[in-house]
């Protein structure tokens, strides 16, 4: 766990008492403490911090500077996606990210600096930060913090923030690529933070009668049921198109459970609003 | 036994392991059974049509109609539901719909 302490407003030397009565009286010594400060009121916390045995961190921004007291000889925890694939790496930190509380940090390393760059962006959509990154002898690393989305400033119509995906599926298991892409964008849309609503039409309902979704398996993935299956356990909303479904046969009794038929006006809606980010597979 | 039935089958055969492939890439390894059966019966009609044998030409016979079988079994679930990808199989399907015949015209004419 990190401690963060607000001390916004109190100057040097001021907040120099403030940060080093707060590390004295720590309830767990050798807790890692972040204390948010005026820009300026960083002066002098070297001294404080060799004081207490931490090694001090500094990061500056526009209107507060986030001094990190670090326990020395504390290493960061790291995590290593060498050799995995996409949507692995996102989907791992992801997972990571959610388990920690605000401030917390952890390393992740790749020989990959592509597949860093897919995660580093992963991160940032989901409102965390990225706050260093590197090389260690073959791997490339990046430092992940955990943060909180910030709301949309009101007034800021101009700038809409696409925090829903709508995946709409027409292709069906006839083509196992589009299939498998649908629930793998929607895996990493949802480990990014993403609302993700999944309309399936037109050929695509057959993937949602029972029994279809196991006969779709490419070897590099698991089977299609599966992804599916997680992605709605995930928290997806998976919609069937009640005309398709009609011209198909295909009946309410026949669909795998965690699926809605939904009509035309409800897709209708979904694409209307600007909030969405609609893709088509 | 005419071998020239025996001779179009293999052609059919070699023609469907070309749409077979490119169908194989839409649909992943749910069509490995079809695909294996396509193989026995290309050596099966293979070794049939180069040793004349009664017996490698029933069992080229019989491979056939089982590469027709699992065509159909194994792209039921798709062209069930698939309105618009289904053309994407039919060249495939027509292909090997034509083994039985041959099959059963080339032991029985």
Redesign the interface.
């Known amino acids: 766990m990190v401690k963060t302490v607000k001390a916004l407003g109190i100057r040097a030397p001021n907040a120099e008492i403030l940060v080093g009565n707060v590390l004295k009286d720590l309830d767990t010594p050798g807790e890692e403490v972040r204390f948010i400060v005026s820009p300026g009121a960083e002066t002098g916390m070297d001294a404080v911090a060799r004081k207490y045995g931490y090694m001090i961190e500094v990061t500056k921004r526009e209107k507060e500077a986030e001094i990190r007291m670090v326990p020395s000889g504390k290493t960061t925890e790291e995590i290593d996606v060498t050799g995995e694939t996409c949507p692995g790496p996102v989907m791992i930190v992801g997972d990571k990210l959610s388990c920690l509380a605000t401030g917390e940090r952890f390393k992740v390393k790749s020989k990959s600096a592509d597949t860093l760059a897919d995660v580093s962006a992963a991160i940032t959509a989901a409102g965390s930060r990225v706050v260093g990154q590197g090389t260690e002898g073959d791997r490339h690393f990046i430092t992940v913090e955990k943060a909180e989305k910030k709301a949309e400033a009101a007034g800021a119509a101009a700038h809409i923030s696409k925090d829903r995906v709508v995946v709409a599926q027409?292709?069906?298991?006839?083509?196992?690529?589009r299939a498998y892409a649908t629930f793998i964008f929607s895996k990493v849309a949802l480990s990014m933070g993403k609302k993700v609503t999944i309309f399936l039409l037109?050929?695509g309902?057959?993937i949602a009668?029972k029994?279809?979704a196991e006969?779709?398996?490419?070897?590099a993935f698991p089977v299609l049921s599966q992804l599916m299956d997680d992605v709605i356990r995930a928290g997806a909303t998976v919609y069937v198109c009640e005309l398709s479904a009609s011209?198909?046969g295909?009946k309410e009794v026949d669909l795998v459970a965690g699926v809605k038929l939904a009509g035309a006006a409800t897709f209708i809606q979904f694409l209307s609003d600007p909030g969405n980010a609609v893709v088509n597979f | 036994m005419d071998m020239t039935y025996l001779v179009i089958g293999l052609a059919v055969l070699v023609s469907s392991m070309a749409t077979g492939f490119i169908i194989f890439r839409m649909q992943g390894m749910h069509l490995l059974p079809h695909f294996v059966a396509i193989i026995f019966a290309l050596v099966a009609t293979l070794a049939a049509v180069f040793t004349g044998m009664t017996a490698a030409a029933y069992a080229a016979a019989i491979l056939q109609i089982i590469v027709t079988v699992t065509a159909y079994t194994q792209l039921y679930p798709t062209i069930k539901d698939s309105f618009q990808t289904a053309p994407g199989y039919s060249a495939h399907l027509a292909l090997v719909t034509m083994l039985p015949v041959l099959a059963l015209a080339g032991l029985l004419l």
Not at chain 1, 170 to 177: D, H, L, P
Not at chain 1, 215 to 219: G, I, L, R
């Open positions: 027409s292709n069906g298991i006839g083509n196992a690529e037109m050929d309902v057959g009668r029994g279809n006969t779709v398996k490419h070897p011209f198909r295909i």
